[in-house]
Nanobody
Framework: QLRLVESGGGLAETGGFLRLSCEAS????????IGWFRQVPGKEREGVGC????????YYANSVEGRFTISRDGAKNMVSLQMNSLKPEDTARYYC?????WGQGTQVTVSS
């Protein structure tokens, strides 16, 4: 069974950066499309971006395009989300997803 664990969240200032990691066990992430999502209490979970298993292409929501980058580390069986130029509106709990499997999330808070 695939298990996903996110880490790397925390507090950042506006304009700062954080790097989130999604580590997997039980399956090789290289063969799975991986998505990053975020959710603010009281709002629906929204997609941030994803990276495909076919050719490693990454796609992003308009709100993070040019600031966030998703990448794979096959040796560590991990997918990362590099978040630069952070804005207060990026504050949310971030989750990685693989099909029906979700991690527990990691909190990102950006101070204004």
């Amino acid at each position: 069974q695939l298990r996903l664990v996110e880490s790397g969240g925390g507090l950042a200032e506006t304009g700062g950066f954080l790097r989130l990691s999604c580590e997997a066990s039980g399956w090789t992430l290289d063969y799975i499309d991986i998505g990053w999502f975020r959710q603010v209490p009281g709002k629906e979970r929204e997609g941030v971006g994803c990276i495909t298993s076919s050719d490693g292409s990454a796609y992003y929501a308009n709100s993070v395009e040019g600031r966030f980058t998703i990448s794979r580390d096959g040796a560590k069986n991990m997918v990362s989300l590099q978040m630069n130029s952070l804005k207060p509106e990026d504050t949310a709990r971030y989750y990685c997803n693989a099909g029906r499997d979700w991690g527990q999330g990691t909190q990102v808070t950006v101070s204004s």
